[in-house]
């Protein structure tokens, strides 16, 4: 979606990514391979993702790799450690990658909302509130905070590149065909009951286009100055956060059919 927007508004768009993880994928079904300059390649291979970054000599880059769903390998638990090494390496080979090219101006490092320490308060948390993810998903994505600190204050501050992170709730939209999202599982249920595992979980949920707006004017607002730079939380207000159980009942009274979980 990001790259469909970049195109939209006349940019020149690289995508660096693994092959798409699904089968359809959005990647697919949009051909977009056809429509940017596509690189299919691994951003732990530091020498292939500073090769491209020299060739195509990005102003702005959006960070948004990373494995969202941890629970994909239970049968692994090492998968879970390795996952979380994996999230922190990635961040410093973008990063080291951005220090090398010479031609960035704006970077942003998309993480999650779930970096906090989790105090079980009613309402949200601020951007000055303290970072400890405690589950290796959250933990890593803390871990990824701190190194985009660690690289803006000690190489990419003297280099004049405005340096940000956003902090995002729960993505829905179009186009997602991972498992165990609560939309997609809601629309392939095929006439069953819907399985929902933590209905009572306020979630901050958002439409994708929602997050995306945000991560857009954090880059334009700090490539203009730099003053900016800084960590954001995108997502609703406390009015607007659901259970997934109310966003169930939502979709099974739209849907209707008998729709139930």
């Known amino acids: 979606w990001l790259c469909r927007i970049l195109q939209e508004l006349g940019a020149e768009v690289t995508g660096y990514s693994q092959k798409p993880p699904t089968d359809p994928s959005i990647f697919t079904l949009t051909d977009l391979e056809s429509q940017i300059h596509s ?25 948004l790799a990373a494995q969202p769903i941890v629970e994909e390998y239970p049968e692994a638990k090492i998968y879970v450690c390795d996952s979380t090494v994996n999230t922190v390496l ?8 951005v220090r090398q090219c010479g031609s960035v101006r704006s970077f942003l490092n998309v993480t999650t909302d ?86 009572h979980s306020t979630r901050p949920y958002q439409h994708v286009l929602e997050p995306l707006g945000a991560y857009l004017l954090i880059a334009e607002e700090q490539y203009q100055d730099s003053r900016k730079a800084g960590s954001y939380n995108v997502g609703p207000d406390d009015r607007s956060c659901l259970t997934t159980g109310e966003l169930a009942d939502l979709f099974c009274t739209a849907w209707g059919n008998g729709a139930a979980w």
């Open 90 to 97: 990635q961040g410093i080979y973008v990063l080291e990658a």
């Open 114 to 199: 779930k970096v906090y320490k989790n105090n079980e308060w009613e309402w949200g948390y601020r951007e000055t509130d303290e970072l400890d993810g405690y589950d290796p998903y959250s933990n890593s994505k803390s871990c990824s905070e701190l190194v985009t600190h660690s690289y803006e204050k000690s190489f990419l501050k003297d280099m004049d590149i405005a340096v940000s992170t956003a902090r995002a709730g729960n993505v829905i939209g179009g186009g997602d065909f991972a498992a165990d999202r609560i939309i997609p599982d809601c629309a392939v249920s095929g006439g069953k009951k819907i399985a929902v595992r933590n209905p």
């Open 39 to 63: 690189v299919i390649g691994d951003i732990r291979d530091l020498e292939h993702m500073i090769q491209v970054f020299k060739e195509t000599q990005p102003e702005i880059v959006f960070h």
